[in-house]
Structures are given as C-alpha cells and as structure tokens.
T-cell receptor, first 115, second 114 residues
Framework: DSGVTQTPKHLITATGQRVTLRCSPR?????VYWYQQSLDQGLQFLIQ???????AKGNILERFSAQQFPDLHSELNLSSLELGDSALYFC??????????????FGPGTRLTVL | DAKTTQPTSMDCAEGRAANLPCNHS???????VYWYRQIHSQGPQYIIH???NNETNEMASLIITEDRKSSTLILPHATLRDTAVYYC???????????????FGQGTILTVHP
C-alpha cells in the first residue's frame, strides 16, 4: 500500500458524459501527478500539481482538467467522453515539487470504461 | 530525458536471482536511473533509484556500470509475486513544462516460474 488513495476504483459511463476522478496523496506530500494508461499508448503523464498550482503538463486533452485543493487532494475532470478515453487513470504523489530525486508513489488507479 | 532500451520479456525460476538489464547509452551526468514495476494493472510500484553508485534496498539491488550507459536491476530471490512489468526510467532535472514527468517505455515482462 503506497498511501495514495483513488476513488472510485471503477467507473462505467456513456460517451458525451463527464466524470470526476479523485486522488488523495500520501500524508505530507505536496505534489500530485495524473497518468493515463491505455492499451495502445502505455503509461502517459497528463499533469502535475504542486501545492495547489499547476507545475507540469503533458499531452492532456483540452476536454480534461485537473485541480489540487487546499487540503492537497486532487481531482481529474474528464468531459465529453469518447470511447478512446477508456483507460486506467493513476494518481501519484511526491513530497516535493518533482525534482530528480523526488520519488513518485502511485495509487491503485481508477478504471474508466466509456460505452 | 534519456531513452532507455529493455528486453521485451524475460523468464526466471522461483528462488533464483532475476537480473533485468536496461540500456541508457545517452544518459547525461545529472540524470538518475529509476525502476518501477507494475503487477497486472495495479499502480506502478517504486523499486529503487540511483545516480552512479550501486544501490540496495529491501526489494532489490541496482547495479550501474561505470560509464553509466547501462544498469541491471537484481531481484535476489524471485518469487511468483515478482511477476510483473518492470520499467527502467531515466530522470533529469530538466525543468520546464515537463518538470515532474516520468516517461514510461514498454518495460520488460518478467515471468517467474515455479
């Protein structure tokens, strides 16, 4: 158990809908990262927040957005869902801002299925 | 970040050491080597990381060659629960818009046999 929690574990929804994935980092960690893992793309970095502010951005679609709240939990919002958004979504957290020795610890993931 | 090359798959007998190689010939001086593993769709699990010295923890050992162009992750006594995809990742302090990003390749599928 890494100490990172994600809810829900599974989510099934329809195309065009909007969903929110939630992540609670390990106690004391200031950074939260979101990754997407699909069968054809592998594990891909989406976005990082550090102490409430966006810190780094990957190939995150405009239909996707995230935020980190004052209590440091984070939410990933996915809207206008398409079949291709079906994937595992992982959250990770780290103590600091993401430097080269700042180890990331991953949560168990949310499996999103878009029908 | 430097690119890494890993074998697609490897087998290991239970109880024997599993030695997983990784090539990172373009690594630069301030880049670290990280290893993660992912057991069947679970979240990636951090294993170990190092810069240039060999490292050991309760899970594994990391051996980095003197020229730092390759490394080997060693699981000293593999068990069936070590069957997973193992990812070798090189991280830099490049900063900018990809500051905290981990770049995962295809990894090595390690299968531990009874």
């Amino acid at each position: 158990d890494s100490g990172v929690t994600q809810t829900p574990k599974h989510l099934i929804t329809a195309t065009g809908q909007r969903v929110t994935l939630r992540c609670s980092p390990r106690s004391g960690d200031l950074s939260v990262y979101w990754y997407q893992q699909s069968l054809d793309q592998g594990l891909q970095f989406l976005i990082q927040y550090y102490n409430g502010e966006e810190r780094a951005k990957g190939n995150i679609l405009e239909r996707f957005s995230a935020q980190q709240f004052p209590d440091l939990h984070s939410e990933l919002n996915l809207s206008s869902l398409e079949l291709g958004d079906s994937a595992l979504y992982f959250c990770a957290s780290s103590v600091e801002g993401g430097g080269v020795t700042d180890t990331q610890y991953f949560g168990p993931g949310t499996r999103l299925t878009v029908l | 970040d430097a690119k890494t090359t890993q074998p697609t798959s490897m087998d290991c007998a239970e109880g024997r050491a599993a030695n997983l190689p990784c090539n990172h010939s373009t690594i630069s001086g301030n880049e670290y080597v990280y290893w993660y593993r992912q057991i069947h769709s679970q979240g990636p699990q951090y294993i170990i990381h190092g810069l240039k010295n060999n490292e050991t923890n309760e899970m594994a050992s990391l051996i980095i060659t003197e020229d730092r162009k390759s490394s080997t992750l060693i699981l000293p006594h593999a068990t069936l629960r070590d069957t997973a995809v193992y990812y070798c990742i090189v991280r830099s302090n490049a900063g900018g818009t990809s500051y905290g990003k981990l770049t995962f390749g295809q990894g090595t599928i390690l299968t531990v046999h009874p």
